[in-house]
């Protein structure tokens, strides 16, 4: 469910026509919807009521600190995967000791200054990660709370770029391996062992990825809850959101009816693996991340030529794969609407940014409102993996992102200018 929709013909934010803002704030822009954000926070804490919870949000998702702050207030944790993302949670006034460090790569700084700060708990991704944090707690006289990341060998069958819990992926240790480590993570004096964890994949649109894998740890879970007395379970994110409604038709009722009937909802979820983790009496953590803001976020551009060539339309607009990369690098779809209905001609169209790269394209031949220069559209579902993995190729400034609460809307990141662009960069003395 998210707060777009349409009225009158023009397509709403919550209470805001998107045009307006378009008007007001220029293209391309990224909006979100406050409200949207909030209420698939509190679908999953209700469907996980049952539980001993925390939803440590991921922070890489969206990590715009008026986003952030909305988690910190509905009462989240948070997931990060950076020194960075712990500044961006302090910065927008979440706690710190409700962070989760995950990663494979975590440097002696990165792990230094979270022990300085104090965070919930490393999740350890390797023995030599194990053997970094117990240096480093050592040299600064503290205690490290780790957890270790178990990969369960479990295909989430899901795209290639986004499945990390089988044994061909760089993530976690091998679940044959897992006691082992846990003994030997006992042994090092400045490490205090708190959890375990595990995450199989992202955009799963099916429970029984999560439900088999959540099946394989339980006895592990059970046994480190026996030995080391381990406080939680974190079950990790990939709950998936629903891009593709094929919304030919412009309609999104439809769109709403047809995620009505979508396999993977908070309470299908839950009903399959709560039963499991309920009898455990641990803390379970889950580390959702486009389930919260895939949908509440959506790119509005504007339309600059119309080109047809012999073969084929192509709707050139102003946003580009640098502003949203996800059909270039993950073969994604986006729904593509117009801001204004106009009538029901449709017709077969590329919707392509201006850089000269084969891959900037956000469709391919797919039928959609027939739009002039100057009209908007906007690319729906681009709340997470979104704004957070846009660039400057081409010199192009990151566009604005603007949050929209009710009839009320604010700018929640400028658009950059071109100055700030090259404000790191400078001309040697010697080139002068
Ligand atoms: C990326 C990530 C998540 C969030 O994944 P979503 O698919 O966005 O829910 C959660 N936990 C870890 C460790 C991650 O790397």
Not at 64 to 75: D, P
Not at 105 to 119: D, M, P, Q, W
Not at 265 to 289: F, H, K
Request: with cysteine; aromatic share 8%; proline share 4%.
């Amino acid at each position: 469910m998210h707060d777009f929709h349409y009225k009158n013909g023009e397509l709403h934010c919550e209470g805001v026509p998107l045009s307006k803002i378009a008007a007001k704030h220029g293209t391309p822009a990224y909006v979100y919807s406050h409200t949207t954000i909030r209420s698939h926070f509190q679908k999953l804490d209700q469907a996980l009521a049952a539980l001993d919870h925390t939803i440590c949000y991921a922070v890489k998702a969206n990590s715009n600190l008026a986003v952030l702050r909305t988690i910190a207030k509905l009462g989240g944790g948070f997931d990060v995967v950076s020194k960075g993302e712990i500044e961006r949670v302090v910065a927008a006034g979440g706690d710190h000791n409700r962070c989760l460090f995950a990663g494979v790569g975590k440097t002696e700084r990165e792990i230094e200054f979270a022990l300085h700060l104090g965070i919930h708990a490393f999740n350890a991704e390797s023995e030599p990660e194990l053997e970094r944090i117990n240096a480093a707690a050592k040299r600064l006289k503290k205690t490290a709370p780790i957890s270790v990341r178990v990969n369960p060998n479990v295909d989430a069958k899901t795209h290639a770029k986004i499945t990390t819990g089988t044994y061909e992926n760089k993530f976690g240790i091998a679940f044959e391996q897992v006691k082992k480590v846990y003994a030997k993570a006992a042994k090092m004096s400045h490490l205090q062992i708190k959890g375990v964890q595990m995450h199989i994949g992202s955009q799963l649109t099916t429970a029984e990825p999560f439900e088999g894998a959540v099946k394989k740890l339980i006895p592990l879970v059970k046994d480190l809850k026996k030995r080391y007395g381990i406080k939680f379970f974190s079950i990790g994110g990939g709950l998936g959101i629903v891009y593709e409604p094929a919304l030919e038709s412009g309609n999104l009722t439809w769109w709403k009816k047809k995620e009505a009937a979508s396999i993977l909802t908070p309470q299908s979820y839950a009903e399959r693996i709560v039963p499991m983790l309920e009898p455990l009496g641990l803390e379970i953590l889950i580390e959702p991340g486009r389930f919260i803001a895939g949908n509440a976020g959506v790119l509005i551009t504007r339309v600059e030529y119309v080109k047809r060539t012999g073969k084929k339309n192509f709707t050139i607009v102003d946003a580009a794969m640098n502003d949203l990369i996800r059909p270039a690098f993950y073969d994604a779809h986006h729904d593509i609407v117009a801001l204004t209905k106009k009538g029901d001609t449709r017709i077969n169209t590329d919707v392509v940014g201006p850089i000269c790269e084969a891959g900037d394209y956000f469709c391919k031949d797919r039928p959609l409102q027939k739009v002039k220069e100057g009209d908007y559209l906007a690319l729906l579902s681009a709340g997470a993996y979104s704004f957070v993995m846009a660039s400057n190729y081409n010199s192009r400034p990151k566009p604005t992102e603007i949050m929209v609460k009710e009839k009320q809307f604010s700018i929640v990141r400028g658009r950059e200018s071109a100055a700030e662009l090259w404000s790191q960069e400078k001309v040697p003395s010697w080139l002068k």
